[in-house]
């Protein structure tokens, strides 16, 4: 009887401590196969990872990162030197920041990079309107969305609006519970839309909408000018 008192103990130790390995190791395993190593060809520079700031080395700039399953958005820009033929000397090809949007399932690696630019010319063409390709490990092309910095902000500031204006209310209770609710919202509302710049909204709305619903607004216009 002793002698089980004894083991007892020993045995469950043991047990705890396989318990212990075997949650370590299912960790380890789903963080390698949740982990993608993503990675940008030398003449991308990589700013933003999902709205979070990449830091580069002083002498050097980071070229592979660790993501992980779902969506994603990259701020990237071109950059890449070339000979100019005509004043033999060495021309800096810069493309503004733009945005690169894909959706990453179980892909365990990917690389993204330009199109073939061979010369200054091919290099500038791509600096004003970029397009580049993301592969996985087995060379296929994963699906990705380009957009303008500007657009992607512009997105960012309608949907904090949207989300912003969507918010409940919160009131005191009163014998016109009802009345303040109202009041409440409508001023809300009003600050909200006070602060609001009507200009890039107008742009987002105009881009967002469809050749109907542009024909429709221009209708509009022109019955609002015809009024005043």
């Not at 990705?144 to 500007?150: A, D, G, Y």
Request: with cysteine; net charge negative.
């Amino acid at each position: 009887m002793s002698d089980i008192t004894t083991r007892t103990p020993l045995l469950n130790a043991k047990l705890v401590t396989y318990l212990i390995a075997s949650v370590l190791l299912c960790s380890i395993l789903t963080f390698k196969v949740s982990a993608t190593t993503l990675t940008l060809a030398d003449n991308l520079i990589l700013r933003d990872v999902d709205d979070k700031a990449v830091e580069h080395g002083f002498l050097s700039k980071k070229q592979t990162f660790n993501i992980t399953q779902g969506e994603h958005t990259l701020v990237v820009k071109y950059k890449d030197v070339f000979e100019d033929l005509d004043f033999a000397e060495e021309r800096l090809v810069t493309s503004d920041y733009f945005v690169v949007k894909f959706t990453l399932d179980e892909q365990q690696t990917l690389f993204l990079s330009t199109s073939n630019i061979r010369d200054l010319a091919a290099a500038e063409r791509f600096a004003n309107a970029p397009e580049v390709i993301l592969l996985d490990e087995k060379k296929q092309e994963v699906v990705l969305v380009l957009e303008t910095l500007s657009d992607y902000k512009l997105a960012k500031q309608v949907t904090k609006v949207i989300t912003t204006l969507s918010e409940p209310v919160v009131t005191t209770q009163s014998n016109n519970t009802a009345i303040n609710v109202t009041t409440n919202e409508q001023v809300f509302n009003n600050k909200v839309i006070e602060n609001l710049n009507a200009v890039p909204m107008l742009k987002y709305w105009w881009q967002k909408a469809s050749n109907t619903e542009k024909s429709s607004f221009i209708d509009f216009i022109k019955k609002t000018k015809s009024l005043e």
